[in-house]
């Protein structure tokens, strides 16, 4: 496990590929598809953007087709509040303040997310405690 101690909290995470059950590797895995492929702010925005640019101008238009999909489901994502990362990290947390976060449903890593958001933790702080974890969840 590994502990992260934040504004007198304390985040218990999931700390290798061996600690993490099934069913929240198989999650994961999911969110971080959906996270690297659809995206959900406004740099995913403006790459889909740039790719679509490409395609028109190089008239290969099933690519284009595909890649204005994408930014569909990008902006659906950012309109409804939908974080992929945040989502994903959600996967990896055991336990916050000694309470267990048993519900890996959507609304459930919602919550969590909300909670640790509660806690004063930024964006950045999440994102880069994400990828610390993501480093140690790779199988020997």
Do not use: H
């Amino acid at each position: 496990m590994i502990t992260i101690a934040e504004n007198n909290n304390t985040i218990e995470l999931f700390g290798s590929i061996k600690e993490l059950p099934i069913t929240r590797y198989r999650l994961l895995q999911s969110l971080l598809i959906q996270d690297s492929g659809i995206g959900a702010d406004m740099a995913a925005v403006d790459e889909r953007l740039q790719r679509l640019i490409l395609f028109v101008t190089n008239e290969k238009n099933q690519e284009a087709k595909e890649e204005a999909m994408n930014m569909r489901y990008t902006f659906f994502s950012m309109l409804n509040k939908i974080s992929y990362k945040s989502k994903a990290f959600a996967c990896f947390v055991w336990k916050i303040n000694g309470l267990e976060q048993k519900d890996i449903s959507d609304e459930g890593l919602k919550n969590t997310v909300d909670v640790i958001e509660k806690l004063g933790v930024s964006m950045q702080q999440l994102e880069d405690w994400f990828e610390d974890v993501k480093k140690k969840l790779i199988p020997n």
